[in-house]
């Protein structure tokens, strides 16, 4: 059990003496071990209580080494005995860019960041929008070396590769190491002397304070974490959420230390969270303020709302389990805002959810947590974008558009006119010696190559466009592939472009099994079509009649391999007699074979999907 074994320390703090910063940087580059020893430092947890990524709360995240939810945690620190004691809080966010607007709602609440870059690997294209995000919100910038005692860090080349991208002096770089805790103490020295004081109005009777994220509890409600901007909060105020108007008192409000601790009052500059017992959904929301029903003042100015770019269907393997997969999804979501969720029915599947996400790192944690903290055994579709339709016009009714999000309600290309799709502004950091090879993936991915800078020694920056579904269609595998695993990338939404696409259905038995079909290129339709029956060949089972699986696209048959029928003697039983006995069965077993042909259904079992989607 985290132990917090020291008086209170927020009542009376001088808040010239608070800072509040986060730790940003690419994927990997130890985040979460430098947010340990920090802690370690500053006496926050003992070391007999001490963990490996002890800010890491979710299972999943602490398995797989990366944070996925940015946790704030308060330190008090006092770098000289008898001397001044400075209250710093701090909010570990994730690295990976599905996650970048848990990074953007994070920077909000600050003033300061640590640019963190890993002297093993030097600057990251994560690392440019990190970057960027913290120069845009006005924060105090301090760049470190981490993983400085590693044998492979190149300490001199990182550190210039980071002096000539944020112009300053090599020297003015600090070095530090997650590991071992060297230069932890100089690091938290540099935040207390360059990291500015929070600034607000220190008023008794009133206050705003801005929700930067929320959790969801079954006994206490919502669970908002605020940075308190002006005022102070206590236990029992009449509060008001300024968007949703929903009123309530606080039944506590804290601290995280790194768990919840429970004090007096929150104070201007302070970040902790509050209690509110509310337990309806869509009442709080992230960027909302929240303020006094007596006195109110102006509302913050929020953050974006972040719409979905990756879109899958995802249903129960038993519609038993519909009602408990509905329940989950609302749950998530008050966990999670930046995902999306709405019911839709598949003839075959049966009843599900057609869910929006920031990225397929984001689908796959989502699905993941469903599976493991619900129970839940799931059958997710292959994922896909929004597209804009301008359907073709025709006597009496002029063109229109429409936006389509599932590759099912993907019109037939003899309705379209035009088709639009969203691109993407992508930065690969990759060793220069893997440019050349890099070139021919990206032709093959539609890429549009602006720039390629060298930069460092043996470093280059690509600067590209591409669109959205190709980065999809097995992208960052090939990446990795192709670059030995030395390449990185980011990227941001950019604009609509013109799409050369169709869809393809695969029909089986006649009939089209929506969860298989996919909006794809029609340069590659022809090989898609072909790939997909040849597996689906091999995975469906023998029925008692003949059926045919088919890829169909273009209006026309692409693709087709036939299923034979199991062959039952429907004559064994008879060991002698008339041969027209046995016509006579012969016959009424081929009528029935004709009408179950004419009626039957295939049975498709729910591994055969799972495994096209893993396709």
């Not at 620190?77 to 990074?103: A, Q, R």
């Not at 605020?226 to 309530?248: A, H, M, T, Y």
């Not at 099912?408 to 220069?432: S, Y």
């Not at 990206?442 to 800078?453: G, M, P, Q, R, T």
Request: aromatic share 8%; with cysteine; proline share 5%.
């Amino acid at each position: 059990m985290l132990r917090f074994d020291r008086d209170l320390f927020l009542n009376g703090m001088d808040v010239s003496r608070i800072r509040n910063f986060s730790i940003i940087a690419h994927i990997d580059h130890g985040k979460s071990t430098l947010a340990d020893r920090m802690l370690e430092v500053t006496g926050t947890i003992q070391a007999r209580d001490m963990r490996d990524q002890v800010l890491d709360q979710m299972e999943l995240e602490r398995e797989r080494g990366i944070t996925i939810k940015m946790q704030p945690v308060r330190m008090e620190h006092t770098p000289v005995k008898g001397g001044p004691t400075y209250e710093m809080n701090l909010i570990d966010t994730p690295g990976h860019i599905d996650f970048s607007y848990e990074v953007s709602r994070a920077l909000k609440a600050v003033e300061g960041s640590i640019l963190l870059i890993d002297a093993t690997q030097g600057v990251q294209a994560q690392t440019l929008t990190t970057l960027g995000m913290a120069r845009e919100s006005g924060l105090t910038i301090i760049p470190v070396l981490s993983k400085v005692d590693s044998p492979l860090a190149r300490v001199d080349d990182v550190r210039a590769e980071v002096a000539t991208l944020l112009d300053i002096d090599p020297d003015t770089i600090l070095l530090v190491s997650g590991r071992t805790g060297e230069g932890v103490p100089e690091l938290l020295q540099k935040i207390i002397d360059i990291v500015p004081p929070p600034a607000g109005v220190v008023a008794s009777d009133t206050g705003r304070a801005l929700v930067f994220d929320f959790q969801y509890s079954n006994h206490r409600g919502v669970i908002v974490y605020v940075r308190v901007i002006d005022g102070s909060f206590k236990k029992g105020d009449n509060l008001v959420f300024g968007v949703s108007g929903e009123q309530f008192s606080p039944l506590e409000v804290g601290t995280f230390v790194p768990t919840e601790k429970a004090l007096p009052e929150l104070a201007m500059g302070e970040i902790g969270y509050m209690v509110t017992g509310i337990k309806k959904p869509g009442i709080a929301s992230v960027g909302d303020t929240i303020t006094f029903t007596r006195k109110p003042m102006e509302l913050i100015p929020g953050y974006f709302k972040p719409s979905p770019v990756v879109w899958a269907s995802v249903y129960p393997e038993s519609q038993d389990d519909f009602p408990e997969l509905k329940k989950a999804l609302d749950r998530l979501r008050l966990s999670d805002s930046s995902f999306s969720h709405e019911e839709e029915t598949s003839g075959i599947l049966g009843r599900g959810f057609r869910c929006g996400f920031l990225g397929m790192l984001h689908l796959e944690i989502i699905t993941e947590r469903l599976r493991r903290e619900f129970d839940l055994e799931l059958i997710v579709t292959t994922p896909s974008i929004t597209y804009i339709i301008t359907y073709k016009a025709s006597p009496g009714v002029p063109a229109k558009e429409e936006t389509v999000y599932t590759p099912i309600m993907f019109p037939n290309d003899g309705q379209v006119a035009k088709v639009m799709e969203p691109w993407v502004n992508a930065t690969i950091i990759t060793p220069t010696t893997y440019v050349s090879p890099l070139m021919p993936m990206l032709y093959d991915h539609e890429a549009e190559v602006h720039e390629v800078i060298n930069f460092g020694d043996s470093r280059s920056r690509i600067g590209l466009t591409m669109p959205l579904r190709e980065m999809m269609r097995n992208f960052f595998d090939e990446l990795k592939s192709v670059s030995s695993g030395y390449a990185s990338i980011s990227y941001e939404m950019a604009d609509m472009r013109e799409a050369d696409v169709t869809r393809l259905d695969i029909v089986i038995a006649d009939e089209v099994v929506p969860a298989f079909s996919r909006v794809i290129a029609k340069r590659r339709v022809q090989g898609e079509a072909e790939k997909a029956v040849e597996k689906l060949e091999q995975l469906l089972s023998r029925e008692q009649f003949a059926f045919k699986i088919q890829g169909v696209a273009l209006g026309r048959i692409l693709a087709s391999k036939g299923m034979s029928a199991f062959k039952k003697d429907v004559t064994q039983h008879m060991y002698g007699g008339d041969i027209t006995r046995r016509m006579k069965l012969w016959e009424k077993q081929k009528k029935g074979k004709k009408r179950m042909k004419a009626e039957g259904r295939v049975h498709i079992d729910q591994d055969v999907f799972v495994k096209m989607m893993k396709e």
